[in-house]
Structures are given as C-alpha cells and as structure tokens.
C-alpha cells in the first residue's frame, strides 16, 4: 500500500489563483518530498522538507509538514498555466528506504 | 536532462513475451529504483538496488525481476507479459541510500501489450 496519499485527486483553478494540494502519511519519515509531473513525463522534484522542519520555500511554493499530524501541504501561489500537471508526495522512511509516492493531485491551471 | 537515461523510450510486444528495460542512473548515483505507472494511476515502487544489491521491494510480481550490475547500470525484466502490464515503467536514482537525498526520475519506458 502506498505511503503517501494526496488530496484532491484533482484540482481545477483560473492562472494567478493559489492552488493548495495536501498529503497525508501513514509512518514515521525522515523526511517528505513534493514532485511534479508532466503528461507522461518523468517526474521532476520540487522540494523536500526534513521531519524537524515545519515550512520550507522555494520561489512560489511553500510546503508545510506537519509530523504529528502526519501531513503535508504544498502550496503554489499566483499559479500560471504551466503549473498544470501532476503532483506527488513521496516519503523517505527512518530506513531510509524508498521513495514512495501517493498517487498524486492533478493540477489544471486555465488560462 | 536528469541524467538518467531508460531505453527504449517505446516497447510494444506482445501477449506472453518477455521484455528488458534498460536503465542507466547519473553519474556516482549508487540507487535505482523502479516504478510501475498504469494510466492515472500512482507510482508503484516495484524495487530498490543500492551498489548493485537489492535493497527493498514493493508491489513486484513474480513475472518481474530487476538487477543492478557493476557499472550501475539497472535491468527490469518483465515476462509472461499480459495486457495488465501495459505502463510506463520509470527508472530513478539517488546519491545514496538515506538519507534527504532526492531521486532523478528518467523518462520511462512506455509498454504497451497487445
């Protein structure tokens, strides 16, 4: 079963609106990575935030992990339409074992 | 370019064959992974190489069988094909095993079963 689940499945927004996507996990990580996919592309990480961090940023996204409630946010701000695609969260446990993936948020950013 | 390189990029066979994806991780990258897409699904993680041992599996059928060799490179080997099977099948790698390393995802293999 997998590790990481996001929420939405899918998110439908208007290009300069923030798009909010959430992960929950279900053990202890030792840290928690957000990355992007392209239509049948490889995935590309974005960001990755260490269990003893509480937000991160990088340019206009900001994440957030919440390691007793074992969830995550990534936040897009001022979204354009190139931010459309798929987004996953994907989990490194203590072992540091593993990426393993949820299975990931689509994002539709309309011009 | 992530720098991991997967061959062939296409792979259409049939019903009962046996196929080998090939992948080649960055350079000084000592993991690989594989994963499983099927359409609008998630990434099942079927299997993990450290420096040429296996390190960790997930969802992997018995039909499929990796190895990584010496040079680093990888192989995923899936036989006994069925329609089922039809997926991008992605490679990744990474620095090292644990810890706060990221992975570098190739393009994939697109396979598709007839």
């Known amino acids: 079963s997998q590790q990481g689940e996001e929420d939405p499945q899918a998110l439908s927004i208007q290009e300069g609106e923030n798009a909010t996507m959430n992960c929950s996990y279900k053990?202890?990580?030792?840290?928690l990575q957000w990355y992007r996919q392209n239509s049948g592309r490889g995935l590309v990480h974005l960001i990755l935030?260490?269990?003893?961090?509480r937000e991160k940023h990088s340019g206009r996204l900001r994440v957030t992990l919440d390691t007793s409630k074992k969830s995550s946010s990534l936040l897009i701000t001022a979204s354009r339409a190139a931010d459309t695609a798929s987004y996953f969260c994907?989990?490194?446990?203590?072992?540091?074992?593993?990426?393993?993936f949820g299975p990931g948020t689509r994002l539709s950013v309309l011009p | 370019d992530s720098g991991v390189t997967q061959t062939p990029k296409h792979l259409i066979t049939a019903t009962g064959q046996r196929v080998t994806l090939r992948c080649s991780p960055r350079?000084?990258?000592?993991?690989v992974y594989w994963y499983q897409q099927s359409l609008d699904q998630g990434l099942q993680f079927l299997i993990q190489?450290?420096?040429?041992?296996?390190?960790a599996k997930g969802n992997i059928l018995e039909r499929f069988s990796a190895q990584q060799f010496p040079d680093l490179h990888s192989e995923l080997n899936l036989s006994s094909l069925e329609l089922g099977d039809s997926a991008l099948y992605f490679c990744?790698?990474?620095?090292?095993?644990?810890?706060?390393?990221?992975?570098?995802f190739g393009q994939g293999t697109r396979l598709t079963v007839v």
């Open positions: 990744a790698s990474s620095t090292r095993t644990g810890t706060n390393t990221e992975a570098f």
């Open positions: 053990t202890s990580i030792n840290n």
């Open positions: 935030i260490r269990s003893n961090e």
């Open positions: 994907a989990t490194e446990d203590n072992y540091g074992q593993n990426f393993v």
């Open positions: 350079s000084g990258d000592l993991s």
């Open positions: 190489y450290y420096n040429g041992e296996e390190r």
